[in-house]
């Protein structure tokens, strides 16, 4: 069974960095698909980045194009969701998700096909 655990939140002040872990147990990551999503008080979970089991193929949405990077080192087992330029509508509880897609390059951005979750870690984006 694949067990996700994310780390790194945190508070921040606008403009700030952080960098998100997504740390895997009990198979081995690179046969995995991730997604990074969040989801803020009242709102409705947003998938915000994607990465291929190879790390070839990446995809953001356009709230965070050009401000955070997905990346990923399978001999860690571990993605990553650098995040720059945060503003306070960042603010959110952050999870890592996976798919199996075999060794595959697929990158797949549909949340409903993601079957392993994390825990979530809390972003405050304040000043």
């Known amino acids: 069974q694949l067990q996700l655990v994310e780390s790194g939140g945190g508070l921040v002040q606008p403009g700030g960095s952080l960098r998100l872990s997504c740390a895997a147990s009990?198979?081995?990551?690179?046969?995995?698909?991730i997604g990074w999503f969040r989801q803020a008080p009242g709102k409705e979970r947003e998938g915000i980045s994607y990465?291929?089991?190879?790390?070839?193929?990446?995809e953001y949405a356009d709230s965070v194009k050009g401000r955070f990077t997905i990346s990923r080192d399978n001999a860690k087992n571990t993605v990553y969701l650098q995040m720059n330029s945060l503003k306070p509508e960042d603010t959110a509880v952050y999870y890592c998700?996976?798919?199996?897609?075999?060794?595959?390059?697929?990158?797949?951005?549909?949340?409903?096909?993601?079957?392993?979750w994390g825990q979530g870690t809390q972003v405050t984006v304040s000043s």
């Open positions: 990465i291929s089991g190879s790390g070839g193929s990446t």
């Open positions: 998700a996976a798919v199996f897609v075999g060794g595959t390059s697929l990158l797949i951005t549909t949340a409903a096909s993601y079957n392993y």
């Open positions: 009990g198979r081995t990551l690179a046969y995995y698909g």
